[in-house]
């Protein structure tokens, strides 16, 4: 177990992990004040993290800089920009599928028109909506029926 120690003070752990390996970051901060030495260590780790909520909110646009108010850890404020943009809307959703449904391959290349139908499935698979292969032959084939029938 590592061990920092001093002349008169008792020897306390570095590392939580050390006395429990289930111990996580977030249990040692909780119990920063057990000693000298661990509070360096929790300032150390505190400054890190205030310098990494800088640099995140550096990199945000004016509109979402207010989500940030309040915030005091680099993890909070991760996860609060996660919410943000991890959700799909359903409008989203059906956009892409209504996109889907229409393409056509008009003048553009096959392998354009291709491209252009894996880009739209690539972006439903993203936001966790499947399309089942045989319907996405169909659309394929469909989108290519109706460019021909416009020549």
């Not at 991890?86 to 409008?91: D, I, K, M, N």
């Amino acid at each position: 177990m590592a061990s920092l120690s001093s002349n008169s003070s008792p020897s306390i752990p570095l590392s939580l992990t050390d006395v429990n390996p289930n111990f996580t970051l977030m249990h040692s901060i909780t119990i920063q004040n057990i000693g000298s030495k661990l509070n360096l260590a929790y300032e150390l780790w505190h400054e890190k993290d205030q310098n990494l909520i800088i640099w995140l909110n550096s990199t945000l646009s004016d509109d979402l800089i207010h989500f940030t108010v309040g915030i005091t850890s680099a993890h909070e404020l991760w996860q609060i920009l996660e919410k943000r943009f991890a959700g799909v809307s359903r409008s989203h959703i059906h956009k892409l599928q209504s996109c889907l449904q229409s393409a056509q391959k008009g003048f553009s290349l096959i392998y354009e028109y291709l491209r252009h139908i894996k880009s739209i499935f690539d972006a439903l698979a993203a936001a966790g909506t499947s399309v089942d292969e045989s319907d996405l032959i169909a659309i394929i084939l469909n989108g290519l029926l109706m460019s021909m029938s416009l020549l």
